[in-house]
């Protein structure tokens, strides 16, 4: 089944357009997991038990893992997931971007290596930079257009004066994302959900790629106005909170604690459909 696929069922069975973060920071785990050999799987494992039907997506963050050399554990998370939430697509957040070479390798550990059925890209170095990713038939590519971060602004809202119109960086990478990028229908777009105009404009330039939509929660972003910018009949959305469910209790009631916090965001997500 194509990522597309997986995100369409897993959005209707669930009713849900909540992706949730897997972003796990050693120091703010819960004391009991703490010294834990597996504590990033652990912890992570049951929180994808507690919100696998809640969920339209999983993100595990690619650093959190990489920085603890523990990517064993961030295999065992996504074997963990293919069994106990296999209706549940996962995006790897990787933000790879790299000469078509590299990009090679980069999309080989993405989609053979972790099974990831989607990526983050920075499409910063091009085409060729992105192909590579396209190879592999259904799986899904998710390019940094818009970002949620306020430095975003500094290479993203740049005018391109040697382009016709003169568009924005950002709406430059929508157009070739929606247009000549999109071969086989494989891509999406990164957009924040700290800033909803863009959301909006993207949204008219790509009217029918997923958007994943990072930034509510943590970031403070407005979940209605982000539903009310991106969502459309022909356009999925995926919004992602990582922190503000991942750590809504230090304590021993993390995972339940973490799922009334999905299902706020999730029931709050659908109240501006
Ligand atoms: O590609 C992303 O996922 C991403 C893009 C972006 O523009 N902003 C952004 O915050 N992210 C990621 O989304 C997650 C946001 O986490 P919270 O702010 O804790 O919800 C982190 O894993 C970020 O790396």
Redo the contacts with the bound molecule.
Sequence with gaps: MTFLDMLRQASARNDSLLCV?L?PEPTRLPKMLQERPSALYDFCAAIVDATADLACAF?P?IAYFAAQGAEDQLERLLQHIRTHAPHVPVIL?A?RGDIGSTAEQYAREAFERYGADAV?LSPFMGWDSVEPYLRYPGKGAFL?CR???PG?DDFQSQRLASVEGQPLLYEHIARLAQGPWNKNGQLGL?V?ATYPDEIARVRALAPTLPL?I??V???GGDAAATVRAGLTERGPIIV?????ILYASAGEDFAQAARAAALATRDTLNAAR
Excluded at 240 to 244: G, I, T
């Design positions: 973060g972003d993100k963050q957040d933000k983050t940094l970002t949620s971060n975003g990164v924040g994943l990072p930034g929660g943590a970031q992602n909170s990582s922190r503000a």
